[in-house]
């Protein structure tokens, strides 16, 4: 999200980007903003102590004094509090719901956070409602504002791509390839779902949902195969054993592929016949939108900031959080149907809306509005997570000057 | 006349999970009826502690704990600190023999038992030349956690005799060691049948009155299939609104933590069928459980049980056509609506589980073939007498 928003960034903005830690995109966000400055460990440990309590010199040697800081996510906050100079504007985008937030950012030291920023983006309805109704913040401080996805055109194709093939060739070729390299057969019905391989994502209901689904098609009569995707595992990961044990168990067993994390997520986007949030908690799923966008259909549980999204325009996709047998039946009837037209218009009007409102293009405008000077240039447009209504909780445009 | 051995039990800890449990009856039936000749003398060393310290302690001849159950007490940890790599320092061995020297038991052993794979990190503390049993409560994914493959092996190997709790512990064992493999399940105390059942509290705010009530018990975890059973409720409920689904063993927490739903957590209890004697039905919802003592209790009482096909009850449920593939919740469904919805079948089935529950798993049944089964591995005979204790399994 923060790389699509610094792709984007207005001319007249000069961006310094500090990093609590290094990761496989470092270099992507060196690309943009030039030189990159990567905390040490050393340094980490002294904000895991005194983070709230500290003052860290800043903006460091050669670094200009910045006029706002931009905390990425609440697990920076503390970081960003201490670093921020006085009288700079902080601005703190919040991706986190309850349990992760409450684990980042524990209750007995998130008082001085909510007295310091300035402003919080919050990663949609739901965390706008943890901010505004269980931390206590007022409403004029925050701005909700949907996570955003690259528009496929700009996404990034494997390699083995030809530039001047269409759109339908690219995607049927990438299932192809996708397929193959994990001995899926090209006529089986894949289920994906992205994200770490852990339980606050879902991952343990994953083979139940995959053997429901299977239950369902074979006492319709179906012979189809069914396979299930999960990209986002750790090699020798304690929950990725068992799921891969609990999935060979029994007399009918489960066709379950459990690939690590990837920056090619189109590419297995592209194997998939459908997409599932099976998440706990997740404040805005990026995977669902990416999948949406893609055309692939999505069904979720009411668990997370995309269940208000989806249901928007397909209703019957979302299903009470945790109830796998109703997703099964949902997830058949999508399988089943895929290729009818009225499942078929279904997605499309996801696809399209996530398009006209969930594009980085789209957000980009207004994050770095409401960064720059707490306005959502947008206020008055629609609302991304109901299409057929105005804009509700989308923003609060604060006054200059106030907190 | 003989005397009998000086056996160490060696566990992980005294909670009121199924490890500790089994042994707690395992040791008051030893206490209470085991032929005065041959009783010997228990010696239990538990690392964590728990709310069973008392009773257990009532049993045996002494029960050392090495560690207290919040795992706070960082002095005592170093007794078993070669497991915790962070202790190898030599202030740290030192610190280490102290503790040890100080708690353990008199009594040089003649067999040590390592009672769950949870015990094995304590196997080190067992003086060299003694004859170790393993008695194995875990199947794929508990003994994965207790214990990486090779040390397994290694356990096993060193084990004069090892015990299984089930069929299905036994199959996974003979996988992985030649040594004789002999089944001691767990075990469950004879119901007196006058008690009356307590019924269950109503709640009008959650159910109609004399609604049915499904429950489920353990640690709410992914091998327990705590997430299982709330797939469960959600479809049970939509064909028998107002069915009430009671989960004892605590909320999910962590990553775990479930919004709010169908499902009503209620905390571990010292006597569960106190609380759950009254219900309807007994599910297993769990991807692995070698033989849940939950299941075994709730059929001394005559609570109808469904379980998946997750270890020890497939072959006692199976003919009862009361075992499902839990991981088809719709079918898993239909099966829990036919018992509620036909009282002569959960009838039937409670009976027929009962039956066998009380033939072959009662304490009287079941404790002397451990005792037994331990008195024979502490006499040397031509085939066990080259099996003792070299060196401790990593």
Redesign the interface.
């Known amino acids: 999200m923060l790389l699509s928003m610094l792709r984007r960034q207005p001319p007249e903005v000069t961006v310094q980007l500090d990093l609590l830690g290094g990761g496989p995109l470092e270099g992507a966000f060196e690309q943009i903003v030039g030189r990159v400055r990567t905390r040490s460990a050393a340094e980490r440990s002294f904000l895991e102590a005194f983070g709230t309590t500290a003052s860290i010199p800043s903006p460091g040697p050669g670094r200009a004094r910045p006029d706002i800081v931009v905390a990425n996510t609440l697990a920076a906050s503390r970081w960003a509090v201490a670093a921020t100079p006085r009288g700079s504007t902080l601005v703190c985008h919040v991706h986190e719901l309850d349990g992760v937030a409450e684990r980042v950012l524990p209750t007995r030291r998130r008082g001085r956070v909510i007295d310091r920023v300035d402003r919080f983006i919050a990663a949609g309805p739901a965390v706008e409602a943890m901010l505004t109704d269980r931390w206590g913040v007022e409403t004029r401080r925050v701005h909700a504002l949907p996570e955003a996805v690259e528009p496929p055109e700009r996404a990034r194709w494997p390699q083995h791509g030809s530039p001047d093939e269409t759109g339908a060739d690219s995607v049927a070729r990438v299932r192809r390839h996708a397929r193959r390299s994990l001995g899926i057969p090209t006529d089986a019905a894949v289920v994906i779902s992205v994200g770490a391989c852990s339980p606050r994502k879902g991952a343990d209901r994953f083979v139940d949902l995959l053997a429901s689904i299977g239950g369902l098609r074979a006492r319709s009569g179906v012979e189809q195969p069914l396979h299930g995707v999960w990209v986002g595992c750790t090699p020798d990961g304690t929950l990725e054993r068992e799921l891969a044990l609990d999935a060979r168990r029994s007399d009918r067993p489960v066709s379950l592929h459990l690939i690590p994390s990837t920056t090619d997520v189109d590419l297995w986007l592209g194997t998939a016949d459908l997409c599932v949030g099976v998440a706990r908690e997740d404040p805005y799923p990026l995977a669902l939108l990416e999948a949406a966008i893609r055309g692939v259909p999505v069904v979720t549980f009411a668990s997370g900031g995309a269940a208000d999204l989806i249901a928007s325009t397909t209703p019957d996709r979302v299903v009470p959080a945790g109830d796998i047998a109703s997703m099964a039946r949902v997830a058949e009837r999508l399988l089943r149907t895929r290729d009818e037209t009225t499942a078929d218009l279904a997605t499309e009007r996801l696809r399209r809306h996530v398009k006209r409102t969930h594009t980085a293009d789209v957000i980009a405008p207004r994050w770095w509005g409401l960064v720059l000077a707490g306005v959502d240039p947008d206020a008055g447009g629609r609302s991304p997570w109901s299409p057929n209504a105005p804009a509700q909780a989308a923003s609060h445009p604060e006054e200059p000057g106030t907190r | 006349m003989m005397s009998g051995p000086t056996v160490w039990i060696l566990l992980r800890d005294l909670s009121r999970t199924g490890v500790p449990t089994a042994l707690e009856r395992y040791a008051r039936w030893h206490a209470e009826t085991a032929g005065r000749s041959e009783r010997g003398s228990l010696h239990v060393i538990a690392r964590f502690g728990g709310p069973l310290h008392h009773r257990l302690a009532e049993s045996v001849s002494s029960l050392t704990v090495l560690q207290a159950h919040d795992r706070s007490a960082r002095w005592a940890n170093a007794a078993v600190s070669r497991a915790d790599t962070h202790f190898r320092s030599k202030v740290g061995r030192t610190a280490q023999r102290r503790v040890w020297a100080a708690r353990r038991p008199r009594a040089t052993p003649d067999l040590a038992v390592v009672h769950g794979l949870g015990g094995a990190a304590l196997a080190d503390l067992v003086p060299s030349g003694v004859r170790l049993v393993t008695h194995v409560h875990e199947l794929?994914?508990a003994a994965?956690?207790a214990l990486r493959p090779d040390a397994l092996r290694s356990l096993l190997g060193s084990s004069t005799s090892v015990l299984a709790v089930s069929a299905a512990v036994e199959n996974f064992v003979k996988e992985l060691t030649p040594t004789p493999v002999e089944i001691v399940p767990g075990s469950v105390d004879s119901v007196d049948p006058n008690v009356p059942r307590v019924p269950w509290p109503e709640d009008p705010t959650r159910a109609p009155p004399g609604s049915a009530v499904v429950a489920a018990c353990g640690d709410p975890s992914?091998?327990k299939g705590a997430?299982?059973f709330?797939?469960l409720a959600?479809?049970v409920r939509r064909r028998r609104p107002g069915t009430r689904f009671v989960w004892v063993g605590g909320r999910p927490t962590?990553?775990?933590?479930?919004?709010t739903?169908p499902v009503e957590w209620l905390e571990p209890s010292p006597q569960p069928w106190t609380t759950l004697g009254d219900v309807s039905l007994l599910v297993v919802p769990s991807?692995?459980d070698p033989l849940p003592l939950a299941a075994l209790e709730a059929g001394a009482r005559s609570i109808p049980v469904i379980a998946t096909?997750c270890g020890g009850l497939t072959p006692l449920l199976g003919p009862l056509d009361a075992v499902v593939?839990?991981?088809?919740?719709?079918?898993f469904?239909d099966r829990v609506a036919d018992v509620l919805t036909s009282r002569d079948r959960a009838a039937r089935l409670a009976a027929d589980f009962g039956r066998i529950v009380t033939r072959d798993y009662s304490t009287d049944v079941v404790g002397p073939r451990w005792w037994s089964a331990l008195h024979r591995a502490a006499r040397p005979t031509a085939t066990n007498a080259h099996r003792r204790i070299r060196s401790r399994p990593r």
Do not use: K, L, S, T
């Open positions: 794929d994914m994965a956690r992914f091998r997430d299982r709330v797939a959600h479809e962590g990553g775990f933590a479930e919004p739903g991807r692995e096909d593939d839990g991981r088809d919740i719709e079918a469904a």
